[in-house]
């Protein structure tokens, strides 16, 4: 094996061997999804079960039909908009909450970084029983 393929075949392997940690360091984390949630959420929604404030309650939201906690008043766009708030939804919900569906009374302008998202939609789905 000539020292150019010995080489190739080193980097080649370190690559491969640190795929695994960089897959760990990138998945979502609960603890700095609670973090998001308190810095940015909490003021608006409660993480309690049947606890309501300007927004309704995230406990339980994911795995639920948008529009649909009971005791809460939503606006027309959210309770007509029949999607079941999971991964996808709430990534793209969050990221820009009116862009995703115009007429929402949310008043949040949206979280920029993806990483954090992740995160608040991990800890969202620690408190949905079922999820």
Do not use: E
């Not at 949310?106 to 998202?117: D, F, K, N, V």
């Amino acid at each position: 094996m000539t020292m150019i393929k010995k080489r190739l075949a080193l980097v080649f392997f370190a690559m491969v061997g640190l795929l695994p940690i960089a897959a760990r360091a990138a998945a979502p984390d609960v603890a700095a999804g609670y973090a998001v949630y308190l810095g940015q959420c909490s003021d608006c929604h409660s993480n309690k079960p049947g606890m309501d404030r300007f927004g309704p309650t995230l406990a339980g939201v994911y795995g639920r039909m948008a529009g649909t906690a009971p005791r809460h008043r939503y606006s027309k766009a959210m309770s007509d908009a029949h999607i079941v708030w999971n991964a996808t939804t709430l990534n793209a919900f969050l990221r820009h909450p009116r862009a995703d569906m115009p007429g929402t009374i949310m008043p949040y302008s949206g979280l920029a970084s993806a990483a954090a998202r992740a995160n608040v939609i991990a800890y969202l789905k620690s408190i949905s029983p079922g999820s």
